[in-house]
């Protein structure tokens, strides 16, 4: 509560309330032509327009709303030290938002409070000068026990990089948008609500903690960091300084609609998570994690485990080292593509495992596998293309197989259109509505001679277009799984039951060894 001194009063200390009014801009003007405070009488009630502004340790300055579609809100310039800032006003009514924010901004100089900073509004750093304790040496200050928020905005077309500041254990903000400029973070930040930032230039070598929601626009890390909030939203590329970092999301929401989304403004461009130059030691997840790839991703980490729910929805290709993906954890849109790099010759990519409820049972619209790979489980693939050295385990449905590498199939698969170009096992039962097997290379030898072996004693159905095509002198081999296959023991051969048509011309320089035909 203020009182005024009327004159006359011994050992009374007197504090005076300052109002801003928005003739202005500027904390500091003093002249009769823009007076930007009122000070309140309330000795009569009157608030009057005055010559002074809040500068010393028995000033209080009220930053309220102000009417009107653009008001002015004071900038602070000089160095200034005051007992108590309030900016805004309480929302006693949490669903309705108001139209206007009162704010008050800081450059390089500090604002010192000496007693009470309490903001329902909006505080704006452009430079180094922060709000800040009395301190012999002060320290920034921050109200994290009401709903403002931070904004961090320095011009675009200054080049120095400032800090965000972090004030202590525990929570540092309600609300941070980083909206402009070049900005880095040296200790974590632990966001009570929301944490955005909308900038090109963001570095960090620190944990961020949102506890609703985070948005990231672009961000490259100098150290082993996590993220964690809620829900959040990462707009553009996520890169490493150096070799050997590691990138955790944490997410902490357990409703149905809290996710991870990875989106960028045009759908059509891709978000990197490292680069081939400096990929990540490992990028994870936190388990049971719900994870939408809106747009194009990029994946670059020597490490990636799939112990979360990831829906595609757009292209997708890793490059690692080691994949895995357990249990029902991925799923796909109608126009979704997954593809896995190999880093290098000893890279592998594992789906599943031999362990009851670990299979990878999904639906997928493309996966394609440039890295040795292993998959385990009972899937739906629209198209699979293998180029390295695959085994798929499991009763599988493909609509479109090609196989450019030699592959192994344990399972009973149902397959639409199937292209053979490598040597290939088939150690079961499988229906073919269209086998291809093709000898493509472009002259005899190039390529090692392509023999495709089917499970002894079990049947491949062909039921629509049969196609075998070799080389002559370099015959296509189709024969049996049978480690000694003979020609009087019936039950190492495979059979081959086909209703396909099956063209002169498109059934040559082909060797059939122990299978029966029929018809």
């Given amino acids: 509560?203020?009182?005024?001194?009327?004159?006359?009063?011994?050992?009374?200390?007197?504090?005076?309330?300052?109002?801003?009014?928005?003739?202005?801009?500027?904390?500091?003007?003093?002249?009769?032509?823009?007076?930007?405070?009122?000070?309140?009488?309330?000795?009569?009630?009157?608030?009057?327009?005055?010559?002074?502004?809040?500068?010393?340790?028995?000033?209080?300055?009220?930053?309220?709303?102000?009417?009107?579609?653009?008001?002015?809100?004071?900038?602070?310039?000089?160095?200034?030290?005051?007992?108590?800032?309030?900016?805004?006003?309480?929302?006693?009514?949490?669903?309705?938002?108001?139209?206007?924010?009162?704010?008050?901004?800081?450059?390089?100089?500090?604002?010192?409070?000496?007693?009470?900073?309490?903001?329902?509004?909006?505080?704006?750093?452009?430079?180094?000068?922060?709000?800040?304790?009395?301190?012999?040496?002060?320290?920034?200050?921050?109200?994290?026990?009401?709903?403002?928020?931070?904004?961090?905005?320095?011009?675009?077309?200054?080049?120095?990089?400032?800090?965000?500041?972090?004030?202590?254990?525990?929570?540092?903000?309600?609300?941070?948008?980083?909206?402009?400029?070049?900005?880095?973070?040296?200790?974590?930040?632990?966001?009570?609500?929301?944490?955005?930032?909308?900038?090109?230039?963001?570095?960090?070598?620190?944990?961020?903690?949102?506890?609703?929601?985070?948005?990231?626009?672009?961000?490259k890390i100098s150290d082993s960091i996590s993220l964690t909030s809620k829900n959040a939203l990462i707009k553009s590329?996520?890169?490493?300084?150096?070799?050997?970092?590691?990138?955790?999301?944490?997410?902490?929401?357990?409703?149905?609609?809290?996710?991870?989304?990875?989106?960028?403004?045009?759908?059509?461009?891709?978000?990197?998570?490292?680069?081939?130059?400096?990929?990540?030691?490992?990028?994870?997840?936190?388990?049971?994690?719900?994870?939408?790839?809106?747009?194009?991703?990029?994946?670059?980490?020597?490490?990636?485990?799939?112990?979360?729910?990831?829906?595609?929805?757009?292209?997708?290709?890793?490059?690692?080292?080691?994949?895995?993906?357990?249990e029902q954890k991925i799923s796909s849109s109608e126009n979704a593509e997954l593809t896995i790099n190999k880093k290098q010759d000893s890279s592998l990519a594992t789906f599943g495992t031999e362990n009851a409820g670990s299979a990878f049972t999904n639906k997928l619209n493309s996966l394609t596998l440039n890295i040795e790979s292993t998959i385990h489980g009972d899937n739906k693939i629209d198209t699979l293309t293998i180029n390295e050295q695959s085994t798929i385990h499991g009763n599988n449905e493909i609509e479109t197989l090609t196989i450019n590498e030699q592959s192994t199939f344990t399972g009973n698969n149902t397959f639409t259109n199937v292209d053979i170009f490598a040597s290939s096992t088939f150690t079961n039962s499988n229906s073919f509505d269209s086998l291809s097997i093709v000898d493509n290379s472009d002259e005899v030898n190039l390529l090692p001679q392509i023999t495709v072996k089917f499970a002894e004693g079990k049947t491949q159905k062909v039921s629509s277009k049969f196609k075998v095509l070799g080389f002559e002198n370099q015959n296509i081999i189709l024969t049996s799984t049978s480690s000694s296959p003979n020609v009087d023991d019936t039950s190492s051969w495979w059979t081959l039951e086909s209703s396909a048509t099956c063209d002169f011309d498109e059934f040559q320089n082909v060797s059939i060894c122990y299978s029966t035909a029929s018809p």
Avoid: C
């Fill in 237 to 326: 590329n996520i890169s490493a300084s150096s070799e050997g970092l590691s990138l955790s999301f944490v997410q902490t929401g357990t409703d149905e609609t809290d996710k991870f989304t990875f989106q960028n403004e045009t759908l059509d461009t891709p978000i990197s998570l490292g680069s081939e130059a400096t990929p990540f030691s490992s990028l994870s997840f936190s388990e049971n994690s719900k994870v939408d790839f809106i747009s194009p991703l990029k994946i670059y980490a020597d490490y990636f485990d799939v112990n979360f729910s990831l829906n595609l929805n757009n292209e997708t290709e890793f490059f690692t080292d080691n994949f895995s993906a357990n």
């Fill in 1 to 219: 509560e203020t009182s005024n001194d009327s004159g006359n009063n011994t050992n009374w200390h007197f504090f005076q309330e300052f109002h801003w009014n928005g003739n202005g801009n500027s904390w500091e003007v003093d002249t009769t032509s823009t007076k930007n405070w009122s000070s309140m009488n309330y000795a009569t009630g009157v608030e009057t327009e005055v010559e002074s502004y809040p500068k010393n340790e028995d000033h209080i300055a009220i930053v309220g709303i102000i009417p009107g579609d653009t008001p002015n809100y004071p900038t602070i310039s000089t160095d200034i030290t005051i007992k108590k800032l309030i900016i805004g006003e309480e929302n006693t009514n949490p669903s309705v938002t108001p139209s206007v924010t009162p704010s008050v901004t800081i450059t390089d100089k500090d604002l010192r409070v000496t007693d009470d900073f309490i903001n329902y509004g909006k505080v704006v750093y452009t430079k180094d000068g922060r709000i800040t304790n009395n301190d012999p040496s002060p320290l920034p200050i921050n109200d994290t026990a009401n709903d403002g928020t931070v904004e961090y905005k320095s011009d675009e077309s200054d080049t120095t990089i400032y800090t965000i500041t972090g004030f202590s254990e525990g929570l540092d903000y309600h609300n941070v948008i980083i909206s402009s400029g070049n900005w880095e973070i040296n200790s974590e930040i632990n966001t009570k609500n929301n944490f955005e930032s909308l900038v090109e230039n963001l570095s960090t070598s620190k944990n961020i903690i949102s506890g609703n929601n985070l948005t990231i626009n672009r961000l």
